[in-house]
């Protein structure tokens, strides 16, 4: 790092408000670009106001990221817009939006107005902005008012961040004959913004506002007091008869074509006196020169801070550079003057040559000798240059810039700077493949609505029910929004495919999707429509439909629409009862439960049917309920570790990412994690004795009674204050981590509190899918002075910090090629945070130790520092919520967070989210930094010190398990036990006799009826059920047992699997009688001996030991692996029931072949080969696990 420049003292704090972003008028705020789109629309009617003019402000348009979270903050500051006279329309779609806002235009004209004039603002991301096409063709062709105005805000995606391919308005906008006009910031949005509505005004154009995701989804300081906010109209130009702005008549006519060229006449008479183009270096006696625009220009301004070059150097050097802001038309006079004199000029901008080309037109019929050669895209040869895929960052540009710069100004040769400026090589291990993938939210209801019958297939749609494309879920295809099914329209007339089901998520049903449902049915397809209710835009943040719809109303929709059949499936059918009459006559309800079968019904049924699958968005139920605005049950799920078997059926059934893995001496088991359950309980579902439902109880809460807080704050009080100091250069930081975890609220905490320092800062929060456990990425730069910041984004080897706060995502090429070998500090959550993948493989690793690998090759020794924060946060506040903050605690103790303790504390304030608990976990953090010893004193001082005494040497293992199967069932089971592990022992290999030791005891322990009874009434069962929630296990709050048993849980007759009874609390005690008489277990006196699952269990334990006794026989140095193999594959028969079976056929599979190759027979008994037949004759031996042996 460069020198540093040291901080003296605590830097006295702003009294800053949360509120000073949209309503302070003078001095520096903190505003994100969502937030400055806001703040134009109350900005613009203070300028109206000064000036005399009576207007009204106008918004509208449909969300979409970059632009997802505008209709969030404009309904958050609707007082503040009220009092301005701003209203809100939210569009059911982008065209009528658009048409909205044109209207807006004719109130000037109209007698009856009451404003004088109406100034709109619409909005969308960049495939709205095509889909709008027509509608804001149109209404840039009629005008704009002139005491109106428009600005058409596109939200371009050029990275594909989250869209479903890049892409970039400004060719369309220009097509349209729209003046656009291209912030580089969020300053620029505010300027550009008012100028962009004064431009509209004066030109009757509609203008475009280019608004890319490092822009809006940005927040950074502004100076208010540098911002320009008046662009008088010049004269001097002279409009055609009639002149540019809205009017009626405006009958279909050339003269419509003829006024579109006037208007950008007046647009380049305006830009000339008003020009929001800046020259940079304006070298008299250059002869090349750069042209940038937009977020290319920041990009370019970083490339010279990093070859240690700036501005001045350049103008010296007879370098000029000119930024653009008017992107189209270009100022033409001004790029005249630029070019004059300059042999070559090099264009930096991003995607495709938008000033390139215009430049190029201007110049291609200047004499030989006053026409320079303009480079961008390509260079002179025609090779590629600037590339316009992907996005231009600085360390892209660092090399072309390089190059040109030491080819014409050998001087400024500083090419040998940009080798360590490129992206490092990343380690590569057994990590690799270990991705945090989005996946549905714990609960959504998708989890459960886009599963498709066995031998059908679905189609994905636009919405977070499109992950389902990227689970094993039969779904394919992706389509435009509102599009989905049309196109199996055309492909069922050449396919022998007769039926495919379509996703279809309510907000895009009411956006478009109604038509392509009207299509299907004209089209006569076979073709089921799953109209995803779920009363909420989840993919961009919860927001209601723009409008008024519900279940009843859809289904008499494409009752109309002609289809012929109606079923609504829901959570809890139960609630229209008494209501079937608002429906169309044949419509039937159902549980969810019943999903199956309702879908095998509707696949057989000719022509267009809908299902409506009706459940509230998990995310959303979150939401009200800590607003107290959605029901909360006093209902939880727990699971028994001791009885669960880690078969993974749980997640099978529920998808859900709340079911998470438990390692356990004994084996990973499952848990769930009670900080993130949304409650929808179909988790239970997994056929498994496990499950126990707890009612009445609130979880434990830690802090308070924990530790001594007292204690705590004086301990803390103790720590040594870190140096906060700050460079001349910017400091840079990235926080990582999982979405929905604060990740953003981190990012936006430290940005926060150095703005109340006075320091310049800006944060950019990469999220995509994060809503949906996804990636979240948040980039924070902090400099003494706005001129040290350029671009938000961290380029290649630029962090100072790392704070990972998930190892997955901290291990990521994203977060690691920002990390500088023996530079960039980085800290890291080393708990292990499951990731999709563990859903629905139950031995999915993590390989938490290649990740980190990973991370300590990537920063070098020493430069590491790591904790398992979602431990402390459980075990010190009762919530693992509360980890990324203790970890941004834990890396302000070891001085990485350039900003002072009383700002962080003010920042948290002002977050005014849960202010206590963030606070104790920011103290929490520090300690297990600075003094981690007094944080485990505090602890210990009210709890035992736990003893935790998993077995580790063999001779360990052996006895541990000897004396569980002592409990189990006597000494007859270890002295059985005794005799295999010894055999094993014989053959003089410490794996084999793991492996035995390990499998056999599984095979003998079976979790019978007995043994569930005597796992329930254990000890450790009630003191798992206290240190979860408040209270005394039934007295306190009341516990039902879920159960299935052989005796009573039956197979269907149609294949269907056995299901699970609720059992009250009356059965703890039952359970226990049970547990006493276990001595009856394989006597003749056994109730329960006698059922097939019994039979083959004991069996399977009898063909363990044959088989591995022919194995010993056969075993050699040069087949011991196979033999190991061979005696480990049985671990994986785990499970109750069905789920047991089929795992059983698959290790049956493996072990014929391990088998085969050591020339023995597998011992298979009758009563083992009849359990299997009788699954496979229910037709539940489907999907059989491929097992691969160890």
């Known amino acids: 790092m460069t020198a540093r420049l040291p901080v003296d003292g605590t830097p006295a704090l702003s009294d800053y408000r949360l509120t000073d972003n949209l309503t302070a008028t003078r001095g520096r705020i903190f505003l994100t670009g969502t937030q400055a789109l806001i703040r134009l629309l109350l900005m613009q009617r203070v300028v109206d106001t000064e000036q005399g003019l009576n207007t009204a402000g106008f918004v509208s348009g449909y969300r979409g990221s970059p632009l997802g979270m505008v209709d969030q903050q404009l309904w958050k500051a609707k007082k503040l817009l009220d009092a301005s006279s701003v209203r809100f329309l939210p569009a059911i779609n982008e065209e009528l939006g658009g048409t909205a806002v044109l209207g807006t235009q004719r109130v000037e004209a109209d007698p009856e107005r009451t404003v004088e004039g109406v100034y709109a603002m619409w909005y969308g991301k960049g495939p709205g902005v095509d889909r709008a096409g027509d509608a804001l063709k149109h209404g840039n062709a009629y005008g704009s008012s002139p005491h109106g105005g428009v600005l058409v805000v596109a939200g371009d995606d050029h990275g594909c961040v989250s869209s479903s391919m890049p892409h970039q308005s400004d060719f369309a906008m220009m097509a349209w004959h729209m003046p656009v006009v291209n912030p580089s910031n969020i300053a620029d949005m505010l300027e550009f913004g008012l100028y962009g509505w004064a431009l509209s005004r004066y030109s009757g154009a509609w203008v475009g506002f280019k608004a890319i995701s490092e822009t809006v989804e940005s927040g950074s300081t502004v100076d208010l007091d540098a911002l320009q906010t008046r662009w008088p109209a010049p004269e001097g130009f002279t409009p055609p008869a009639g002149g540019l702005h809205n009017r009626w008549p405006d009958l279909p006519s050339l003269t419509i074509e003829a006024r579109l060229a006037a208007k950008l006449d007046a647009v380049r008479h305006f830009a000339h006196a008003n020009s929001i183009d800046k020259w940079i270096a304006p070298s008299a006696q250059a002869n090349v020169g750069i042209v940038t625009c937009g977020k290319a220009h920041l990009d370019l301004m970083e490339a010279l801070r990093r070859l240690d070059l700036t501005v001045a150097d350049l103008d010296a050097a007879g370098v000029r550079i000119y930024k653009v802001g008017l992107s189209y038309p270009l100022e033409m006079t001004r790029i005249e003057t630029f070019v004059d004199g300059l042999a070559e000029v090099l264009v930096i901008e991003e995607k495709g040559p938008v000033i390139e080309q215009q430049i190029k037109d201007c110049l291609y019929n200047r004499t030989e000798g006053a026409r320079p050669r303009v480079l961008g895209k390509h260079d002179a040869a025609g090779a590629c240059l600037l590339s316009e895929l992907g996005e231009l960052r600085p360390s892209r540009i660092l090399p072309v810039f390089a190059a040109w710069l030491a080819r014409h100004k050998p001087a400024l040769d ?127 943040g919860g927001q209601p439909v723009d409008g008024s719809i519900s279940v009843p109303q859809i289904a008499r929709q494409v009752e109309a629409e002609g289809v012929s059949r109606f079923v609504v499936v829901s959570d809890e059918p139960e609630k229209y009862d008494g209501h079937h009459g608002q429906f169309p006559t044949g419509t039937t309800f159902h549980h969810r439960s019943e999903l199956d079968a309702v879908q095998r019904e509707l696949r057989e049924t000719p022509g267009v049917t809908v299902l409506i699958y009706d459940q509230t968005c998990a995310a959303e139920k979150r939401r009200r309920r800590k607003k107290g605005e959605f029901p909360d049950p006093d209902k939880r799920l727990f699971i028994n570790d001791a009885v669960c078997e880690g078969c993974g059926d749980c997640g099978v059934q529920s998808n ?149 706060c998930d190892m997955v995502v901290g291990a990521s090429a994203e977060a690691l090629q920002t990390v500088r070998h023996a530079r960039t500090r980085i800290v890291v959550n080393t708990h292990r945070i499951p990731n999709a993948s563990f859903v629905q493989n139950p031995d999915a690793n993590l390989h938490a130790d290649a990740l980190l690998e990973k991370m300590h090759h990537a920063a070098g020794d020493g430069y590491l520092s790591s904790c398992d924060a979602q431990a402390l946060a459980a075990k010190f506040l009762g919530d693992s919520i509360g980890a990324n903050i203790l970890m941004l605690g834990y890396a302000w103790q070891l001085g990485l967070v350039p900003v002072s303790h009383a700002a962080m504390m003010r920042a948290i304030e002002l977050n005014n989210v849960a202010v206590p608990m963030n606070k104790l976990a920011f103290s929490i953090g520090r300690m297990a930094a600075g003094d981690a010893a007094g944080l485990d004193a505090l602890w210990n001082a009210r709890h035992a010190v736990a003893v935790h005494a998993a077995p580790e040497t063999l001779a360990e293992l052996i006895a541990d398990r000897e004396a569980r199967l002592d409990a189990y069932g006597g000494a007859r089971y270890v002295e059985r036990y005794r005799a295999l592990v010894n055999a094993a022992r014989a053959k003089g290999d410490d794996a084999l006799t793991r492996a035995v030791a390990t499998t056999f005891y599984r095979l003998l322990a079976v979790k019978d009826e007995y043994e569930v009874a005597r796992l329930y009434t254990d000890d450790a069962f009630r003191t798992a059920l206290e240190a979860e929630f408040e209270g005394v296990p039934g007295q306190t709050y009341r516990v039902k047992f879920n159960l299935a048993p052989p005796t009573v849980a039956k197979a269907g007759s149609d294949g269907s699997t056995p299901k699970k009874r609720v059992f009250g609390q009356w059965m703890w005690p039952v359970l226990g009688m049970l547990a006493r008489v276990r001595s009856l277990r394989g006597t003749w006196l056994d109730p329960f001996g006698r059922t097939v699952e019994r039979k083959m269990e004991r069996a399977l334990a009898d063909d363990y030991e044959t088989t591995l006794t022919r194995a010993f026989a056969a075993m050699t140095p040069g087949n011991a692996a196979q033999v190991v193999q061979l005696a480990d594959l049985h671990t994986r028969v785990r499970g109750f029931g069905h789920v047991k079976v089929r795992n059983l056929a698959g290790v ?27 699954m496979k004759g229910a037709g539940m031996l489907k999907g059989i696990p491929v097992v691969v042996a160890k």
Request: proline content about 3%.
């Open 414 to 540: 500083r090419r040998e700077r940009v080798v360590d400026l490129v992206a490092p090589q990343i380690l590569s291990n057994e990590a690799d493949a270990v991705k945090r993938t989005p996946y549905f939210c714990s609960g959504c209801p998708h989890n459960t609505s886009t599963k498709v019958p066995e031998g059908s297939i679905a189609q994905a749609g636009i919405g977070c029910h499109f992950m389902a494309s990227w689970m094993e879920r039969d779904t394919t295809g992706l389509i435009q929004m509102g599009g989905e099914g049309v196109d199996w329209a055309a492909h069922a007339m050449f396919t022998n495919t007769k039926h495919v089901f379509q996703n279809l998520g309510d907000g895009t049903y009411f956006h478009s999707g109604i038509l392509a449902i009207r299509q299907a049915v004209a089209a006569k397809a076979n073709i089921t429509y799953k109209i995803l209710y779920n009363d909420a835009v989840a993919m961009t």
């Open 1148 to 1174: 049956k599979r493996a072990e014929r072949e391990l088998a085969l190759q050591l020339g023995i027979d597998a011992a298979t008994s009758a009563a083992v080969q009849h359990a299997l037949d009788e």
């Open 656 to 804: 859900c990412l709340s079911v998470e893995p438990l390692e356990t001496p004994l084996g990973r088991k499952r848990r769930i994690d009670q900080s993130s359950c949304n409650k929808d309980y179909s988790c239970v579902n997994g056929f498994c004795p496990s499950f126990v439902t707890v009612e009445g109880a609130a979880l434990k809460k830690a802090a308070g009674a924990a530790f001594d807080e007292a204690a705590l704050a004086a301990r803390v009080d103790a720590l040594p204050v870190p140096a906060t100091h700050l460079d001349a250069a910017p400091f840079d930081m990235l926080v990582t981590g999982v979405g929905g975890t604060g990740v953003v609220t981190v990012g936006a905490l430290i940005s926060m509190a150095a703005h109340l320092e006075g320091k310049s800062a800006s944060v950019l929060d990469f999220m995509g899918f994060a809503q949906k456990g996804g990636s979240v990425l948040s980039f924070v730069r902090i400099a003494s002075s706005d001129r040290w910041l350029n671009q938000v984004r961290i380029d290649t080897q630029q962090a100072d910090v790392l704070l990972a």
